[in-house]
């Protein structure tokens, strides 16, 4: 683009609005892309633009409308909607319930480009529908368009893509809860209507709760009675701390599983075991979860929920906003620093 005196710019294509503002209105009085004509030059100077910015062709530019268009392009992924381009933005938002995952790496490479900016929620960020996910634009009203194109190359060369937006499966779940003190009856359980309640926002179905004395053989009996039944999700509490008795752990190897993790950097729910046999997730939920509002298990249960495997490096990188700030019954998780991973 150039600028022009609007005098001498009749004939010439606008690149940019031009507003206006008076007693009962504010808005653009010229489009990007009008044509100058005679009569439009004593109004433009009548909203004090003694000056025009005019469209080049052939310049190698891109305007910020056209820019945030391709930006999208981008971004696009299943289950989320544009809007726009407004003011040079176009934003991404969520068609249905689901978890956003970020290229973070991709996304940084981006936005280090010159102009461009794109912004996101955190990676693994569980959203409802209508969450707006993302917006890109660029900076100034035109840019270099070779900076859309080396934007366009990095992304085209990713193994993965910039963002991907993923669903919830509707899982099949199996509660175990472990602890001779419950299953004889000595204390009443707490963890089943935690366990339930905490599964209903993804509409699991819960194929039964079973109750298992410290026995490593009627443990592992257990499990392999749920994946008889079908079960895609098991979700066991109990015997998941460090003592020698507790054997939860122990029977979830014996069944054949493979362990991820016994232990996050992240508290509260330090004590997280991740596993799978098969393809099917076993989480051994921390005792923290029936006291307090959000844990690590509510954390990872997203992913688990999308179908998208959990690695230990997920659960590495919890460590980084993996220390709760202990708002009690204020807890506003996940719109707070917990579990940003």
Not at 14 to 21: E, P, S
Not at 47 to 75: P, Q, S, Y
Not at 127 to 146: D, F, N, W, Y
Not at 161 to 182: C, F, V
Request: aromatic share 6%; glycine share 10%.
């Amino acid at each position: 683009m150039k600028k022009v005196l609007t005098t001498e710019a009749v004939g010439m294509t606008l690149c940019h609005d031009v507003t206006g503002i008076g007693k009962d209105f504010k808005g653009p009085v010229f489009r990007r892309g009008h044509v100058i004509r005679e009569e439009d030059v004593e109004r433009l100077l009548d909203l004090g633009k003694r000056h025009v910015f005019i469209w080049e062709e052939n310049a190698g530019e891109i305007h910020e409308e056209d820019a945030a268009l391709r930006l999208a392009a981008l971004t696009q992924t299943d289950h989320a909607s544009f809007t726009g381009p407004s003011e040079g933005k176009m934003v991404l938002t969520a068609d249905c319930p689901g978890q956003l995952r970020v290229n973070v790496a991709l996304l940084n490479a981006v936005n280090s480009i010159g102009d461009i900016t794109i912004s996101t929620l955190p990676d693994h960020y569980p959203c409802h529908a209508g969450s707006k996910l993302a917006a890109m634009r660029i900076v100034p009203l035109v840019t270099q368009e070779a900076q859309i194109i080396e934007a366009e190359r990095l992304c085209a060369e990713a193994d993965v893509p910039l963002l991907r937006y993923l669903t919830y499966q509707k899982k099949k779940a199996g509660i175990i809860i472990t602890g001779s003190e419950i299953y004889s009856g000595r204390i009443p359980d707490l963890f089943e209507p935690v366990i339930r309640r905490k599964l209903a926002p993804y509409d699991a179905e819960v194929l039964g709760c079973t109750f298992c004395d410290d026995d490593l053989d009627m443990i592992r009996g257990a499990i392999e009675a749920y994946l008889a039944q079908g079960a895609d999700l098991l979700i066991m509490t109990g015997g998941m701390s460090v003592d020698p008795d507790d054997l939860t752990p122990t029977a979830v190897r014996e069944a054949g599983a493979e362990i991820v993790s016994h232990g996050v950097p992240s508290q509260p729910g330090n004590m997280l075991m991740a596993a799978y046999i098969g393809d099917v997730p076993v989480l051994g939920v921390p005792g923290a979860a029936v006291k307090l509002p959000t844990t690590t298990f509510d954390v990872i249960l997203p992913q688990i929920m999308t179908g998208e495997r959990v690695t230990k490096e997920d659960l590495v990188r919890l460590g980084d906003g993996g220390f709760c700030q202990s708002c009690g019954d204020a807890c506003h998780w996940p719109n707070c620093t917990f579990g940003r991973y």
